[in-house]
């Protein structure tokens, strides 16, 4: 079956530091990539997709890219902020009966940032 | 932005009471899905649902569990017995038709705590 695989965490790192959360993945056929955040005490926000092999996504300085090759969709950030402090899951789409979609998450990884 | 809402933000509930969650999916969407994080652990899949029935449900969305859209906006969940296990955050999401619905979009989420 479907399964995703993320970085343990918590991380924490200082102000402007370099992010990487890694993801892995295992599927069949060819599903979508997503990674959302949930900031405390809020819900599930997506922040970013890739629909297909090599396809990038990015938003808020965050970039991931879908690597069909490693089954990878590492999200990565040059220089994070305090306000990026939150737990971020990284999940796969796949299509279920009909056209309904199911995503497959993996366990979230807490991230702190210092000042 | 169109969002998705739910209410309660926030349940207390005896053990064996009835409880139900509600959401308002975005507008111009037709499938509709619950999924349950239980603290600390990951987002799971309960159920999708579409054209009045349910799609696709996991091994975890069991007797005591039931959706219902009763009317052109609003999709419920309703947990019949609650026990202390069902102590979780519930995220209704919502997602388009067709290639848009290659993007679920979820609520804030309803924490239900048992007692």
């Known amino acids: 079956g479907n399964s995703v695989t993320q970085m343990e965490g918590p991380v924490t790192l200082s102000e402007e530091a370099f992010l990487t959360i890694n993801c892995t993945y295992t599927?069949?056929?060819?599903?979508?990539l997503f990674w959302y955040v949930q900031y405390p005490g809020e819900g599930l926000q997506l922040l970013l997709k890739?629909?297909?092999?090599?396809d990038k996504g990015s938003n808020k300085g965050f970039e991931a890219t879908y690597r069909k090759e490693t089954t990878s969709f590492h999200l990565e950030k040059g220089s994070v902020q305090v306000s990026d402090s939150a737990v971020y899951f990284c999940?796969?789409?796949?299509?279920?009966?009909?056209?309904?979609?199911?995503?497959?998450f993996g366990s979230g990884t807490q991230l702190t940032v210092l000042p | 932005e169109p969002e998705v809402t739910q209410t309660p933000s926030h349940q207390v509930t005896q053990m064996g009471q009835e409880v139900i969650l509600r959401c308002v999916p975005i507008?111009?969407?037709?499938?509709f899905y619950w999924y349950r994080q239980i603290l600390g652990q990951k987002v799971e899949f309960l159920v999708s649902?579409?054209?009045?029935?349910?799609?696709?449900k996991s091994e975890i969305f069991d007797d005591q569990f039931s959706v219902e859209r009763p009317d052109g906006s609003n999709f419920t969940l309703k947990i019949r017995s609650t026990k202390l296990e069902d102590s979780a955050m519930y995220f209704c999401?919502?997602?388009?038709?067709?290639?848009?619905?290659?993007?679920?979009?979820f609520g804030e989420g309803s924490w239900l705590t048992v007692v």
């Open positions: 999401a919502s997602s388009a038709p067709g290639a848009g619905g290659n993007t679920i979009y």
């Open positions: 599927a069949t056929g060819y599903p979508s």
């Open positions: 890739a629909t297909k092999a090599d």
């Open positions: 999940a796969l789409l796949r299509l279920s009966s009909g056209s309904a979609r199911q995503l497959t």
């Open positions: 507008s111009n969407h037709l499938y």
């Open positions: 649902f579409y054209n009045n029935e349910i799609s696709e």
